[in-house]
């Protein structure tokens, strides 16, 4: 069974740059598994930040991009604020239909 | 602008059926751009996507509950439903409905506000 593997936990300073990855346990992601990524704050439904590898949702600050690295779809946060810290979670569209999320990282800005 | 509402029981004894309605307004339901989803969230855990289900019917389901989950949409009533039977109390989670675009899976633009179900005596 694939498994969607993502840190479980990050750190970064504020006015860092952190990236966080979005893997699968058996093959490589890659843009045809249309990555998407979102943001969740505790008590709240997760937002959209980018979709299909790299594109923004609407207003997202262009400090969020996404993109392949390696194996792995990632996030990169340039310039990590305070109110970045939340969870993150990815998504991909796996050739069977069907939507696989990771398990989440929470990002902490330090 | 799309608003999605979650309807259903706070909370379901162990083995009961699980039933579970979103309402769509601000935009229709039927539309050939979108479809229309379940994702739930086990407290203090990742999300799982349930399902997606298009206008016309036609649905997709996630394998691990496949056998125990159904999704329909009332066009009329401009709402769509999930189904899930056998519960337990694994199925205990926050559900939320979604907006999936169509050319871009996994791509859930718009949120409900999430519902909690509990599965208990």
């Known amino acids: 069974q694939t498994v969607v593997t993502q840190e479980p936990s990050v750190s970064v300073s504020p006015g860092g740059t952190v990236t966080l990855t979005c893997g699968l346990s058996?093959?490589?992601?890659?843009?045809?598994?249309?990555p998407t990524w979102y943001q969740q704050s505790p008590g709240q439904a997760p937002r959209t930040l980018i979709y299909?590898?790299?594109i923004r949702s609407s207003g997202v600050p262009d400090r969020f991009s996404g993109s392949i690295l390696g194996d792995k779809a990632a996030l990169t946060i340039t310039g990590a604020q305070a109110d970045d810290e939340s969870h993150y979670h990815c998504v991909l569209f796996t050739a069977s239909g069907i939507r696989l999320f990771g398990g989440g990282t929470k990002l902490t800005v330090l | 602008q799309l608003h999605l509402q979650e309807s259903g029981p706070g909370l379901v004894k162990p083995s009961e059926t699980l039933s579970l309605t979103c309402t769509v307004s601000g935009d229709s339901i039927i539309t050939s751009n979108f479809y229309w989803v379940w994702i739930r969230q086990p407290p203090g855990k990742g999300l799982e996507w349930i399902g997606s289900v298009y206008y016309t019917g036609s649905s997709y389901y996630n394998p691990s509950l496949k056998s125990r989950v159904t999704m329909s949409v009332d066009t009329s009533r401009s709402r769509f439903s999930l189904n899930l039977i056998s519960l337990t109390a694994a199925d205990t989670a926050v559900y939320y409905c979604a907006r999936e675009e169509y050319t871009f899976r996994g791509w859930f633009d718009t949120w409900g506000q999430g519902t909690l179900v509990t599965v208990s005596s």
């Open positions: 058996s093959g490589s992601v890659s843009t045809s598994l249309y």
């Open positions: 299909t590898t790299n």
